[in-house]
């Protein structure tokens, strides 16, 4: 069976700091790989998508960037950390691209930039 | 950019009472899914509409997606403490690229005991 992991689960880190959070998919292989925030428990934002190693689409310009060194890991990084980078950070990944296709989520890290 | 605007933005009920929220776009979609999420995880899929005018049933909730694919009603009977969370629709693009779903902002469900 599939499953998806995402690390860490908290984490509190300085202005300025760099990020690195990551994520794979197990039982599985050419996922479509997903990085979602949601602030305050609402609505999810897109930020990354990708369709296979190295390829990264970018949905909103912003402090972060994202990378696939293998198939199944997606990395979300940031060099220097904003306050407003702060909120719930959400891995998911899909099989393809069909209108059934489902997003399985990680269970997500919650990041405070203080 | 497609919009999804989800309505309400919060219900709270009581155990038993029915409800109904809505999830509107001015935009056509090829397919639109329902997530539930609980705090502190991520959503977990609860249906798949794909042809406009489709209804579906899943135990006490039921899932309507509209006639011209641009919206979508997710209808509780009997609700209880355990539907509580926060209700995510999320539609994928027609006639752009299939790798996107855009979400709404949510409604979320408190039902009280």
């Known amino acids: 069976s599939q499953t998806i992991h995402q690390w860490p689960a908290t984490l509190v880190q300085p202005v300025g700091s760099p990020l690195s959070l990551e994520c794979t998919v197990e039982?599985?292989?050419?996922?479509?790989l997903y990085w979602y925030r949601q602030a305050a428990g609402r609505g999810l934002q897109l930020l990354f998508y990708?369709?296979?190693?190295?390829?990264i689409s970018s949905e909103v310009p912003q402090n972060l960037s994202a990378s696939r060194p293998q198939d199944r890991q997606f990395i979300l990084s940031s060099k220097k950390l904003l306050l407003s980078d702060s909120g719930f950070y959400l891995c998911?990944?899909?099989?393809?691209?069909?209108?059934?296709?489902?997003?399985?989520f990680g269970s997500g890290t919650q990041l405070s930039v203080l | 950019t497609q919009l999804l605007e989800q309505s309400p933005q919060f219900l709270s009920i009581q155990e038993g009472e029915n409800l109904t929220v809505y999830c509107n776009s001015s935009?056509?979609?090829?397919?639109l899914q329902w997530y539930r999420q609980e705090p502190g995880e991520g959503p977990v899929l609860l249906v798949t509409?794909?042809?406009?005018?489709e209804v579906k049933k899943l135990k006490r909730l039921t899932f309507q997606f509209g006639d011209a694919r641009k919206d979508s009603s997710l209808h509780i009977t009997a609700a209880q403490p355990g539907d509580t969370g926060l209700y995510l629709c999320?539609?994928?693009?027609?006639?752009?690229?299939?790798?996107?779903?855009?979400f709404g902002k949510g409604t979320l469900l408190t039902v009280n005991p």
């Open positions: 998911a990944w899909r099989q393809g691209a069909s209108t059934n296709e489902k997003l399985f």
């Open positions: 039982g599985t292989s050419n996922p479509n």
């Open positions: 990708s369709v296979g190693i190295g390829q």
């Open positions: 935009s056509v979609f090829s397919s």
């Open positions: 509409v794909v042809t406009g005018g």
């Open positions: 999320a539609g994928l693009n027609s006639g752009g690229s299939n790798y996107k779903l855009t």
